[in-house]
């Protein structure tokens, strides 16, 4: 199915970010680095921001010596 969310309303917009986000599914988040080498990573903590532009964030944490996870090097470098 595509959906275009151009087309949709704001409140058909919130419904389908709803029901994209509870219950709470692992969110897949797709990023590549400055060369082009793609990482693929699952994410909880993750929401609704808004349906008018589709938004939705997620929260990215470091490792437990401060190292910053590939997810969000990647989106630093790009």
């Known amino acids: ?14 419904h389908l970010l ?3 986000v509870v219950p ?4 897949w988040v797709s990023t590549s680095d400055g060369r082009g080498v793609f990482n ?11 349906s008018k532009p589709m938004v939705v964030g997620f929260s990215v944490s470091t490792y437990r010596d401060g190292k910053k996870k ?7 470098a790009t």
């Open 24 to 27: 709470r599914p692992i969110a």
């Open 40 to 50: 693929l990573a699952p994410f909880s903590a993750y929401g609704m921001i808004c």
């Open 1 to 14: 199915m595509k959906i275009d969310p151009g087309t949709l309303t704001a409140q058909d917009a919130s």
């Open 18 to 20: 709803l029901d994209i």
């Open 70 to 76: 590939d997810t969000i090097l990647n989106i630093e």
